[in-house]
């Protein structure tokens, strides 16, 4: 199926810059915690309009719990935990540097 032109699509998050260290990334990994998406979903050549969705339903979590990890339930800290753990061991070792990242921002 061809798309038309000028619409978007995410090159999924294996794909993704900075080993997926980005703001859809964020959103894809939150999705995982919130159960909104399964953990194999990596929205590879998803319309950013989806991901646009996704991400209000991500929202709407964190409001629940306003917006800090500390808040949530211990089951989804933990989860939360996991899987932010591995996507920071796995973006290191494609070359993302969180103090480059940070040293760039200032």
């Not at 699509?9 to 859809?24: K, P, Q, V």
């Not at 959103?27 to 998406?37: C, E, M, P």
């Not at 319309?47 to 800090?68: F, G, L, P, T």
């Not at 939360?80 to 993302?96: F, L, N, T, V």
Request: with cysteine; proline share 4%; net charge negative.
């Amino acid at each position: 199926m061809k798309r038309p032109t000028g619409v978007r699509t995410y090159a999924g998050l294996e794909h993704d810059l900075n080993g997926g260290m980005t703001m859809i990334g964020k959103i894809i990994r939150d999705a995982w915690v919130f159960g909104i998406l399964p953990e194999t979903e990596t929205c590879e050549g998803w319309e950013i309009s989806r991901i646009d969705a996704i991400h209000q339903q991500v929202n709407d979590e964190w409001d629940k719990y306003s917006c800090m990890v500390s808040n949530l339930p211990n089951d989804l800290r933990e989860r939360h935990k996991s899987i932010y753990d591995e996507a920071i061991k796995m973006a290191k070792q494609k070359g993302w540097d969180p103090e480059q990242i940070a040293s760039d921002e200032d």
